[in-house]
């Protein structure tokens, strides 16, 4: 345990529905990442907040997905309209302003989207 | 943007050693990590190198040469629960973003 927490730790959805997912990363951390991961791939980068501000946002990210720190601590990914092409591992990564700290996964939130 | 290198899958006997190697193309370059992931779980820290070298913990040690943006991580006496993926990630100017890698899957057979 790394001491990053998600939740869901599964989500089976129909397509179309919208799903949201909660990442608690470790408290004295102000850097926080979202990474979305397909079978036999890397993680893949989606987006970094350090405190609330949302400092950098993937291509890859379309306009069906958001995310939000409100408050510097716990952050929310969000995916309206689910497709097929959605159904992966969503990882969330937290660590704190260090040049040398290693970033600490949570267990993530496995999604599928039937 | 980053290019990040690495096999796809290696076989190595228990009690061995094994290099696996990474080689990176990047904009920025701000220090390289290695992850172990077994499947089903998360991402967990192995090693991190800033610096051109050598850096050893325990059985796992792990090397960086900027100049060629090249990385290896050396896993010594090999045991089965080393049996997993491999996952090389390098970070950023700014320390922000991380690019991993599409993993290394190593199968330790007795």
């Known amino acids: 345990d790394t001491g990053v927490s998600q939740d869901p730790r599964h989500k089976i959805t129909k397509r179309g529905q919208n799903v949201t997912f909660r990442c608690d990363p470790i408290s004295e951390h102000n850097r926080l990442y979202w990474y979305r991961q397909t079978l036999g791939q890397g993680p893949e980068f989606l987006t970094y907040f350090q405190n609330e501000a949302q400092l950098e946002k993937s291509r890859l990210l379309s306009d069906r997905f958001s995310a939000e720190r409100p408050k510097g601590s716990f952050s929310t990914l969000e995916i309206q309209r689910t497709e097929q092409g959605d159904s992966a591992m969503y990882l969330c990564?937290?660590?704190?302003?260090?040049?040398?700290?290693?970033?600490?996964f949570g267990p993530g939130t496995r999604l599928t989207v039937l | 943007g980053q290019n990040i290198d690495q096999p796809t899958e290696m076989t190595a006997t228990e009690g061995a050693i094994v290099q696996i190697n990474c080689t990176y193309q990047t904009s920025g370059f701000n220090g390289l990590f290695w992850y172990q992931q077994h499947a089903g779980e998360a991402p967990t820290f192995l090693s991190y190198?800033?610096?051109?070298g050598l850096e050893e913990k325990g059985r796992f040690s792990s090397f960086l040469s900027r100049s060629k943006g090249y990385s290896y991580l050396l896993l010594k006496e090999l045991q089965m629960k080393d049996s997993a993926s491999y996952l090389c990630?390098?970070?950023?100017?700014?320390?922000?973003?991380?690019?991993f890698g599409t993993g290394t899957k190593l199968q330790v057979i007795p």
């Open positions: 990564a937290s660590r704190s302003g260090t040049e040398a700290d290693t970033q600490y």
């Open positions: 990630a390098v970070r950023d100017r700014g320390y922000q973003k991380v690019t």
């Open positions: 190198n800033v610096l051109d």
